[in-house]
């Protein structure tokens, strides 16, 4: 049984920072990517960034630049520091885990709530 759980979520003024962290336990594959998605209010899920047991990266353009993920592979976390935070931001970000690679599934995180606003 493979658990996310993420913390970091909460208020912030536009152009603040926040950082999201996401550890995962259970039955970790090492060949899995980690990464993070976002769904506002009447809006479909996104991507917003993806990194790889090898750390390579990937963002949504909308995010590039002012996010940055980054995972521990040793302590099966994810984390993703967001600068230069805008209203259209706001929304409820998931942690992912796709093992995909490994045969297995993916993981979907309870999400955490990101507001901007002043």
């Known amino acids: 049984q493979v658990q996310l759980v993420e913390s970091g979520g909460g208020l912030v003024q536009p152009g603040g920072s926040l950082r999201l962290s996401c550890a995962a336990s259970g039955r970790i594959f090492s060949i899995s990517t980690m990464g993070w998605y976002r769904q506002a209010p009447g809006k479909q899920r996104e991507m917003v960034a993806g990194?790889?047991?090898?750390?390579?990266?990937e963002y949504a353009a909308s995010v590039k630049g002012r996010f940055t993920i980054s995972r521990d592979n040793a302590k099966n976390t994810v984390h993703l520091q967001m600068n230069s935070l805008q209203p259209e931001d706001t929304a409820v970000y998931y942690c992912?885990?796709?093992?995909?690679?490994?045969?297995?599934?993916?993981?979907w995180g309870q999400g955490t709530q990101v507001t901007v606003s002043s």
């Open positions: 990194i790889t047991s090898g750390d390579i990266t």
């Open positions: 992912v885990l796709d093992q995909r690679l490994a045969h297995d599934y993916i993981y």
